[in-house]
């Protein structure tokens, strides 16, 4: 009995304790008895065995301070972010404000910071993101509190009302299955499970001409005599490569398919046609790779034509 006490007392095994007679590393070797060492070796055991235990708490504390510092740090890092992404919003830079605001988020995920994330983004016209960060706002769950709460329910109010401005486009696939074809959406991937079904796409992503694509080649054709031409000609920068984010203003390829040119009555003499050469050509007549910005025509500059004719009354 006395001899178990004993035992606990020193709380044997003990970690890397050192003493005359012997060298430990890690905990104390079976064969060890500390009741086989003199009174002035167990007496250093729980020297160091204190020692230990205050540095480690020493250690604990110092980490915990040091971590409440740069929480510290942070928040106040975020408020600035946040306070400036408001401004910026309010002065009309919203490109400022989106990038400020988003930031200010990813340090403190609060309502009241959220609530004017989006709206920088509904600002910017990407309204999906924006009704995204709507919804993660209302899906908050932290403590309570007046003014986090009252931000949560003017997310949902501006979510709703934001709801129907969000245009979406469905994709459909002729001649195939979705499994079998990989589909991009603004270059970013498509699940299979979505074709066929409505997606929301922001706004500064589409060319809104306020009727459908076969409205509007019906019109083209309608107002064109018999002989009369019609022309797209898209002039545009290097689209970037397959693994990066896609460019919409790099593609310049003709947005009518061209059954419906043809459905319309028109006869397409070309489609997407690379006409490059002629417009780099073109570019250095101008004097466009030269002055303060010169332009490289043949890594800057590309060009991309449809043209249809009108043969007879549609």
Same mark, same amino acid.
């Given at each position: 009995?006395?001899?178990?006490?004993a035992?606990?007392?020193?709380?044997?095994?003990?970690?890397?304790?050192?003493?005359?007679?012997?060298a430990?590393?890690?905990?104390?070797?079976p064969?060890l008895?500390?009741?086989?060492?003199p009174p002035?070796?167990?007496?250093?055991?729980?020297?160091?065995?204190l020692?230990?235990?205050?540095?480690?708490?020493?250690?604990?504390?110092?980490?915990?301070?040091?971590?409440q510092?740069v929480?510290d740090r942070a #928040?106040?890092a +975020?408020?600035? $972010?946040?306070?400036?992404?408001?401004s !910026?919003?309010?002065?009309?830079? &919203?490109? /400022? %404000?989106v990038?400020?605001?988003?930031?200010?988020?990813?340090?403190v #995920?609060?309502? +009241?910071?959220? $609530?004017?994330s989006?709206?920088a983004l !509904?600002k910017?016209g990407?309204l &999906?993101? /924006? %009704?995204e960060?709507?919804n993660?706002?209302?899906?908050?769950?932290?403590?309570?509190?007046?003014?986090q709460?009252?931000?949560?329910?003017?997310? !949902?109010k501006?979510r709703?009302?934001?709801?129907?401005?969000?245009?979406?486009?469905?994709?459909?696939?002729?001649?195939?299955?979705a499994?079998d074809?990989k589909?991009t959406?603004?270059?970013?991937p498509?699940l299979?499970?979505?074709?066929g079904?409505?997606q929301p796409?922001d706004p500064?992503?589409?060319?809104?001409?306020?009727?459908?694509?076969a409205?509007?080649?019906?019109?083209?054709?309608?107002?064109l005599?018999p002989?009369?031409?019609?022309?797209?000609y898209n002039l545009?920068p290097?689209?970037?490569p397959?693994?990066?984010?896609?460019?919409p203003w790099?593609?310049?390829?003709c947005p009518?398919?061209r059954?419906?040119?043809?459905?319309?009555?028109?006869?397409?003499?070309a489609?997407?046609v690379?006409?490059?050469?002629?417009?780099?050509?073109?570019?250095?007549?101008?004097g466009w790779d030269?002055?303060?910005?010169p332009?490289?025509?043949?890594?800057?500059?590309?060009?991309t034509?449809?043209?249809?004719?009108?043969?007879t009354?549609?």
């Open positions: 009995m006395a001899y178990d006490a035992r606990r007392s020193v709380g044997f095994p003990r970690p890397i304790v050192k003493c005359p007679r012997h430990i590393v890690g905990y104390a070797a064969e008895d500390l009741f086989e060492l002035a070796a167990l007496w250093e055991i729980r020297s160091v065995n020692r230990i235990l205050l540095t480690s708490a020493w250690i604990l504390l110092s980490s915990t301070a040091l971590a510092q929480d #928040r106040g +975020a408020r600035a $972010l946040a306070e400036d992404g408001v !910026a919003l309010q002065s009309g830079d &919203v490109n /400022a %404000a990038d400020k605001l988003e930031r200010a988020y990813q340090i #995920r609060l309502p +009241a910071v959220g $609530l004017w989006a709206r !509904a910017a990407r &999906v993101s /924006a %009704a960060r709507y993660e706002v209302t899906r908050w769950s932290g403590a309570p509190d007046p003014k709460d009252q931000a949560k329910a003017d997310a !949902a501006e709703d009302e934001l709801l129907p401005r969000v245009p979406s486009v469905t994709l459909t696939i002729e001649g195939g299955s499994n074809v589909v959406l603004d270059g970013e498509v299979a499970a979505l074709i079904t409505a796409v500064k992503r589409l060319v809104h001409l306020g009727v459908d694509d409205a509007f080649v019906k019109h083209v054709a309608r107002i005599k002989g009369g031409f019609a022309m797209i545009h290097p689209q970037n397959a693994d990066k984010p896609y460019i790099a593609d310049g390829r009518f398919a059954e419906l040119w043809e459905g319309a009555g028109l006869r397409v003499l489609f997407d690379d006409d490059s050469p002629a417009v780099r050509t073109m570019a250095r007549a101008l030269k002055g303060e910005q332009l490289d025509p043949e890594k800057d500059l590309f060009a034509y449809t043209l249809v004719t009108r043969i009354a549609p």
